[in-house]
C-alpha cells in the first residue's frame, strides 16, 4: 500500500482463478479487492484491536460500482482508495480499479461503524486520524 496525490494505492495481480466464463475478472471479485485495500489502509493490526478490544467493527452500508471496461487474467491493477468522514458514523471509500493509466472500475464504499451488538456508534478518532 502506498501513499500518493490524496489517495492510498494498493496493487492486485489478477489470478485465472479471478475470471469467469468470459474471461473477464468476475464482478464481485472487485469488492474483494476494495476490501482488501481498506484492510490494509486502515491497518489489519488496528481492525483486530478495534474488535478485540474496543468491540467495535464496520459494516457496508452502501456501494456502488460502474463497470467500464474488464480486467483480463495476467493484468496487474492498482485499486486508488480515497476515504472521507461522512459523518460521526459513516466512512466514506472511492474506490477506482486502474490498468496503468486506464480506469476500469469505479466503487464508492460506505461503512459504519458499529458496536458487538451491531448497534451504530461513533467512527472512533483513531480510525479518523489514520485516514
Known amino acids: 500500500m502506498t501513499q500518493a496525490s490524496g489517495h492510498a494505492s494498493f496493487r492486485v495481480q489478477i489470478y485465472y482463478e479471478d475470471t469467469d466464463h468470459s474471461g473477464l475478472v468476475y464482478h464481485a471479485n472487485y469488492l474483494k479487492y476494495f476490501e482488501r ?8 493490526s488496528e481492525l483486530v484491536r478495534l474488535l478485540e478490544q474496543d ?7 452502501k456501494c456502488e460500482m460502474t463497470f467500464r471496461e474488464g480486467a483480463v487474467f495476467g493484468d496487474t491493477l492498482e ?6 468522514k461522512e459523518s460521526e458514523f459513516r466512512l466514506s471509500f472511492k474506490q477506482d480499479v486502474y490498468r496503468g493509466d486506464k480506469l ?6 460506505q461503512m459504519v461503524c458499529v458496536d458487538r451488538e451491531k448497534k451504530l456508534v ?6 479518523i486520524d489514520r485516514l
Open 79 to 84: 485499486i486508488r482508495t480515497t476515504p472521507s
Open 122 to 127: 461513533r467512527v472512533p478518532s483513531s480510525v
Open 37 to 44: 485495500a481498506r484492510e490494509h489502509l486502515l491497518g489489519v
Open 55 to 61: 468491540g467495535i467493527g464496520f459494516v457496508v452500508y
Open 104 to 109: 476500469l472500475v469505479q466503487g464508492l464504499v
